[in-house]
């Protein structure tokens, strides 16, 4: 089975210092990985995802994330968070033989503070 | 445009009632997804559907159920809605490319339970 595990239920960061989001996967086969962004009282958005190739990920708004597959992690990062980045943000996870569906972690709420 | 669009974006009915959740895309997608996002679960899949005619059960598929009739709509009904379905519903959907499985997300729909 596939699945996603998001350690930190909130994360709180002062506004130009680097943030980052923690997510660790557990997949059978090839892990297919994602990071999505919701604001509040809208749907998810599309960050970046890691399928094959580089490592370091680059994805919208200057956020990147780093796949590691030694320690099965996906960690979303940011050089310089701000204010406006305060959100709830999802990893998510889709093995390589199971289908197009996605597995979501519960996600990681980021507050940005000034 | 393409886009994913939800309706009805509030909903309160009340406990027994059938209810049926709208889904519509305009991107051309085969893949189409429903969840539920409750806190503390983040997002969790209810049904999902490969093509015109095609419907799969997801992990909280109990007292939901899908048609998908043509490519661009996929209804979810709650045949018998329970307090236990207040939640915010969310529909999505992706391209079957390979190289292009991240989910495109409606607005949502909160739906209350009474």
């Known amino acids: 089975a596939q699945s996603v595990a998001q350690p930190e239920d909130q994360v709180n960061v002062a506004e130009g210092n680097p943030l980052t989001v923690k997510c660790t996967y557990s997949?059978?086969?090839?892990?297919?990985l994602f990071w999505y962004v919701q604001y509040p009282n809208r749907g998810l958005q599309f960050l970046l995802k890691?399928?094959?190739?580089?490592?370091l990920v680059k994805g919208s708004y200057g956020f990147e994330a780093e796949f590691n597959k030694s320690q099965t992690s996906f960690h979303l990062k940011k050089p310089s968070a701000l204010v406006s980045d305060s959100a709830l943000y999802f990893c998510?996870?889709?093995?390589?033989?199971?289908?197009?569906?996605?597995?979501f972690g519960k996600g990681t709420s980021l507050l940005v503070t000034p | 445009d393409a886009e994913i669009t939800q309706s009805p974006r509030h909903k309160i009915t009340e406990t027994g009632r059938q209810v049926t959740l709208a889904c519509h895309q305009t991107?051309?997608?085969?893949?189409m997804f429903w969840y539920r996002q409750d806190l503390g679960h983040g997002l969790r899949l209810i049904h999902y559907?490969?093509?015109?005619?095609?419907?799969n059960k997801g992990e909280v598929s109990d007292g939901y159920s899908v048609s998908r009739s043509n490519t661009e709509d996929l209804p979810l009904t709650l045949e018998s809605a329970a307090s236990s379905q207040t939640s915010v519903y969310f529909c999505?959907?992706?391209?079957?490319?390979?190289?292009?499985?991240?989910?495109?997300f409606g607005p949502g729909t909160r739906l209350t339970v009474t």
């Open positions: 991107w051309n997608h085969n893949n």
């Open positions: 890691y399928i094959t190739g580089d490592n």
């Open positions: 997949v059978s086969g090839n892990p297919y």
């Open positions: 999505a959907s992706s391209d079957g490319n390979p190289n292009l499985y991240e989910q495109y």
């Open positions: 998510a996870v889709r093995d390589g033989n199971s289908g197009y569906a996605l597995n």
């Open positions: 559907s490969y093509g015109v005619q095609d419907t």
